[in-house]
């Protein structure tokens, strides 16, 4: 008997609808599930693959010990006994933020609700942070910033298919969301003019109206050159701004020192393009601009995504039907998972840790005093810059949960010897990652189509994945394991391991926050295909548009950003004379941990490479395939060339899926932005040479 389940992609934030179908006794099929709308029955070849993960062969199947500098299996009582002891001897020596916690942006919303439940009243530590810090955080300030409320896309997905003009700055959709791209394609179709920013020419750029190839970095100072043009040449919707924002003049007085020949001068793209871009987006009725990462992964990100909201207020592109500005989120639950306190300064419903009223509801769902909360804890990268230091500020033991450090992290080898210094490393995963090879305890963990749990996907959209089978004997849930350890610490009530009942509790908690889910139950995300918070009660109906009579700043008007132009930290120079630039490709997913064990991705793309332009392999004399050394002030690394004329000749371009010598984060700089604290993952200041070491073959340390 063949039992059919609807559930949802363990991968990216567009979490498409999918039907698993397991056969009795053998392993689970995808299938097309046509009525869900997001993807309406589309997979990208990583959704449609991924009944592969559900293969025991290559999954944890035991928890895992280290003992004498090796690891090996032990049993689930043996494993959480070490943990448990190993968490209360490390607290009481060096004081509760000395046990830190790191989570996931692709955990469940129950599993990153009790997560940062678990690290507030059970562990006591203000030390908690999760990955979204280095994907969404830039955004998620300046949507705060500008309208009071951060959720990815104000408008769901369709509403893309019928705005007039659409300017996409630094995302690849069409390598990271291909079933999405229909909406573009629809939008031209119907008229519409699509404009994509990216220093490479990618698949998604090549179905553009228009291209504008900037230098990495160079987004804010565009932003400022298109709202130039918008005061310059009187298309202001002025009403709009009379209206519905605050803060003009402060903005206009910035953008009035970027006039186009001086951007075109910072960022290479001419002032002839910066004109026609600012009248097609100024002069359509309806508007929209996206940002993905390539704006956002940088020490201004939280100033460029507020000079690009700009650029929205002022033609009057916001807070109307098809129009607004959105960033389109990355991870399977990078919405929801920044929505439940595993954010280092973050309460459940979107509610801040330091605000009075915030402690003492979520307290009081708790049943714990206001007062035993901790408060704000550090972001992810400096959590993971702290680790195993002496002195105060030092985290000596780290539970990681739904993350892979070691090869995701900036300067990702200083964050490798950081993790090795830990007095207690604990790793909750489904593989043998390479963070959980640095640990003292592995505890495997059942994923996706193994248990139940709630989404939130980049338009705000709360879904369900169905449990469709059960995981290997051995396996247990992280909200089991959760349970176990809180047990074991002395908290023998409310860490239930049934995700419907932390749901439950997750809606109290919730309540009354920005992200409300009070109104959302399982019962009515199946009937509904996903219910958009906020959804205050359960006959509110959701609300898939916001904005459209007022924003949520206390006065409903939006604020335009003060924003000034500044350099990326680190710039070329005799040294380091290239920007090197890093991101996606479609067939392996962000670490790689679980790509990287699907033959069919594997053989689409099995290993690092360098991107460069024609004109800079001629003057490195290099030919394609050729191994290149890559190194920045932090480090070394190896790959082969990819020559293609879709890159500037002054920057190169290195996916970050792998580990080893071609590990492009061995490269990357940590500064971060100063409000989000995102890393600059998408600009750093290079030297690239042909590589003299053989020892450093292509997929050389790639395989898991
Ligand atoms: N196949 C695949 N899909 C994924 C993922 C994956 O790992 N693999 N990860 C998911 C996650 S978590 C995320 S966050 C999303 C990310 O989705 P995207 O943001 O679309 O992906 P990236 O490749 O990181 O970056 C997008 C583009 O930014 C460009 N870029 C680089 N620097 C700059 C710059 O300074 N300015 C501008 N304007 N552009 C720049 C790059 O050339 C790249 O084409 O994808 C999700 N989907
Ligand atoms: N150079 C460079 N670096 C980057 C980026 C970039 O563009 N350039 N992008 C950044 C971005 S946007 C992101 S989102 C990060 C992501 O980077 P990571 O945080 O490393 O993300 P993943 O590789 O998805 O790691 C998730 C891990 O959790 C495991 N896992 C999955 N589901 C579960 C679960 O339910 N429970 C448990 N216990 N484990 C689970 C997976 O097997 C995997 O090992 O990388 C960042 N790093
Ligand atoms: S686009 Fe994202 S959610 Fe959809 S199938 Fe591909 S990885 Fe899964
Ligand atoms: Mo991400």
Redesign the pocket.
Known sequence: MTTTTDTHCP???LQCGMRLEAPHGAGARVAERPGFPVNRGAL?G?GQSAGELLAPASRLSTPLVRERGALRAAGWDEALDRVAEGFAAIGAEHGADAVGVFGG?GLTNEKAYQLGKFARIVLGTATIDYNGRF??SSAAAGNRIAFGLDRGLPFPLEDIARTECLIL?????A???PPALRYFRELRENGGTLIV????R?R?AQQADIHLQ??????LALALGLLHVLIADRLVDTEFVRTRTTGFERARSEAMAHWPERVEALTGVTAGHIREVAHLFGRARTGMVLT????E??SKGTDTVGAWINVCLAAGKAGRLRSGYGC????GN?QGGREHGQKADQLPGYRSIEDPAAREHVAGVWGVAPDSLPRSGRSAYELLDSLGRTGPDGVRALLVMGSNPVVSAPRAAQVTRRLRSLDLLVVSDLVLSETAQLADVVLPSAQWAEETGTMTNLEGRVILRQKAVEPPAGVRTDLWVLRELAARLGVDRGFPDDPETVFEELRRASAGGQADYAGISYARIRAEEGVFWPCPAADHPGTPRLFLEAFATPDGRARFAAVTDRPSAEVPDADYPLHL??????????SGAQTRRVDALNAAAPGPFVELHPLLARRLAVADGDLLAVTSRRGRAVAPARITDTIRPDTV?MPF?WPGTGRANTLTNPALDPTSKMPEF??CAVRVEPARDAAAGPGAGVRP
């Open positions: 991968y990216c934030s990208c990583k942006g994907c969404m700055v630094g995302g690849n959709p390598e990271t969301m920013v990216d220093p490479r990618t998604t900037p230098l990495p970095g160079g987004d993905a990462r390539g704006p992964q940088h389109l989120t990355g991870q990078g630039t890093t991101g996606r490709v479609l067939p392996q997913y962000q371009f899926h998408k600009n």
